[in-house]
């Protein structure tokens, strides 16, 4: 499966969340790693749910960028 990440850029750190997953983020110093913990994040989310019998959500989100008069 391909999970949609949102990535977004702080003052000091980078921060990463699936929007399918909620309670999935990751956070990192710079935007490669964020990237891979973030993978790493989703595994681990994955395997908890299953764990638990939780079902795992299907991806649903998907990106698109609008352009805006500014």
């Known amino acids: ?3 949609l990440v949102v990535t977004e850029r ?3 750190s980078w921060g990463a ?3 399918d997953l ?3 983020i990751a956070v990192g110093d710079t935007e490669e790693e964020v ?3 973030i993978s790493e994040a989703i595994d681990a989310h994955i395997e908890l749910m299953q764990r638990s019998g939780e079902p795992v959500p299907e991806p649903r989100t ?3 960028l609008v352009e805006v008069a500014g």
């Open 10 to 12: 702080g003052e000091s």
């Open 17 to 19: 969340h699936v929007p």
């Open 22 to 24: 909620p309670g999935c």
């Open 1 to 3: 499966m391909r999970y």
């Open 35 to 37: 990237l891979d913990l």
């Open 62 to 64: 998907y990106p698109h």
